[in-house]
């Protein structure tokens, strides 16, 4: 069955400093992957996708993530992280019609 | 940009009423999807469709019904709610290359 793991519910960073979300997904075929980010209060926004190609993708907001088939991970990373982005983020894998999401990642960020 | 509405912010109800939700797309995409979100759990998958009158159940269908007569509208009901579907109610349509765009969320309490 497909599913998807965000092993770490919550995560603090300071300012400045370097993030690495992980996910780890488990799909029959080759994968559609995305990353979306949730703003309190907000809908969910995509950050990047992953369909084919290139396995370093870059996304908004100064964020990148890497396709590793041999690992069955799509990390999420920012080399410098602001303040505005804290939220919570969700590793997403397409099956068929439809997404099937990790559990989420909160990310705090400390001045 | 796509517009995706969601037609009430918060909502109270109480146990056994009928709760519409109603969600309404610009961009004439074919795919909607009604997802529950909880703390821990992540987005869970209630119902979509991918057409005017055609419905697929997602991963958590019990307790819900949905309706699809335009193709801008897809509506989520609850026939008799209850104090476990006490959630945040995400309405999502499909665009080009497998995005989602979100609506901002309902939501629902059930006293």
């Known amino acids: 069955a497909q599913s998807v793991t965000q092993p770490d519910i919550h995560i603090t960073v300071s300012e400045g400093a370097s993030l690495e979300l992980r996910c780890n997904y488990s799909?029959?075929?080759?994968?559609?992957l995305f990353w979306y980010v949730q703003s309190p209060g907000q809908g969910l926004q995509l950050l990047l996708k992953y369909f084919s190609g290139d396995t370093l993708v870059q996304g908004i907001k100064g964020f990148e993530a890497e396709f590793k088939r041999s690992q069955s991970s799509f990390n999420l990373r920012k080399p410098s992280v602001h303040w505005s982005d804290a939220a919570e983020y969700f590793c997403?894998?397409?099956?068929?019609?439809?997404?099937?999401f990790g559990t989420g990642t909160r990310l705090q960020v400390f001045p | 940009d796509v517009k995706v509405t969601q037609s009430s912010r918060y909502l109270v109800k109480r146990t056994g009423e009928k709760v519409f939700l109603e969600c309404v797309q610009d961009m004439d995409h074919e795919n909607m999807f009604w997802y529950r979100q909880d703390p821990g759990l992540g987005l869970r998958l209630i119902y979509f469709?991918?057409?005017?009158?055609?419905?697929e159940k997602g991963d958590i269908p019990e307790g819900y019904s949905v309706s699809r007569e335009k193709k801008e509208r897809f509506s989520l009901i609850l026939e008799s709610a209850s104090t476990n579907q006490t959630s945040m109610y995400l309405c999502a349509s499909k665009g080009q290359y497998e995005k989602l765009f979100f609506g901002s969320g309902t939501q629902l309490s059930v006293l």
């Open positions: 799909y029959g075929a080759t994968p559609y």
């Open positions: 469709s991918y057409d005017v009158k055609m419905k």
């Open positions: 997403a894998v397409g099956a068929g019609d439809k997404l099937i």
